[in-house]
């Protein structure tokens, strides 16, 4: 029977790879006006360099940017980019397609549910707060919980832990299969890949059920508890 599922956030609840996009290029363009003088590919590819190099969690990306290219931190560059790069990120942060008409059912329906990121706690709740969704779910497990990320068991078995139920009574929904869906099936859970968030061109997963669209779970948990 199942009981729970734990969501990951970016990419699966949220699209953070467009929402990064439109917020990137809005501090580009805010950064240029204020005097930045490179292109707008030129100050992409570095801030992309940047990310790759530290992650893309990397909160002084805007500081390590402009100290590379000018020496220093241009203050007004600096103070430019940020704000528009909050705005874009506000407007842009939205929820997939029937994500929450199929995390409201699933609350009517008595089903636990849970948030895993690998995020830091603090961005993983701002994104939450944005959408509205810090009210909804019964638990919320980031790196800052376990020190690691997925596929260690660690940020799982908490997760499960928290929410009391065991590994079988749960379904695990990612996008990143090498660390969702691996993590996941290691522990014992029951894993399902969210096609319809996945960034990187994924082929062949190996996961319990493919979603192409996130209301399909509402079948998949009837499935299991009707035959339970």
């Known amino acids: 029977m199942i009981k729970a599922i734990i969501f990951d956030l970016d990419n699966t609840l949220v699209d ?22 490179l292109t707008h590919e030129q100050i992409k590819s570095r801030i992309d360099k940047i990310y790759e190099e530290l992650g893309w969690e990397y909160q002084q990306v805007f500081d390590k940017l ?38 409201m059912h699933l609350v009517k329906m008595g089903i636990k549910l849970a948030v895993l990121s ?7 709740w701002l994104r939450l707060c944005y959408i509205n969704f810090h009210h909804i779910f019964d638990v919320v497990v980031t790196f800052d919980d376990t020190g690691e990320r997925k596929p260690s068991p660690k940020p799982f078995l908490l997760a ?18 090498e660390r ?8 014992g859970m029951i894993t399902g890949f969210a096609r319809y968030g996945e960034a990187f061109g994924t082929g062949e997963v190996n996961a319990d059920y493919d979603i192409t669209d996130i209301k399909q779970l509402i079948a998949i948990v009837n499935q299991h ?4």
């Open 180 to 187: 969702d869906m691996v993590g996941a099936k290691n522990v």
């Open 118 to 124: 690998d995020a830091p706690a603090r961005e993983a």
């Open 66 to 103: 402009l100290h590379d290219t000018l020496g220093y931190v241009d203050h007004r560059m600096l103070s430019a980019g940020i704000i528009a790069y909050r705005r874009a990120r506000e407007a842009a942060l939205k929820p997939f397609p029937h994500v929450t008409a199929t995390i």
């Open 16 to 37: 953070f790879v467009a929402m990064k996009r439109h917020a990137i290029d809005a501090a580009i363009g805010a950064m240029m006006d204020a005097g930045m003088n």
């Open 160 to 177: 499960l832990e928290k929410l009391q139920v065991q590994p079988h009574e749960a379904i695990m929904i990612g996008d990143w299969a």
């Open 225 to 228: 508890n009707t035959q339970s």
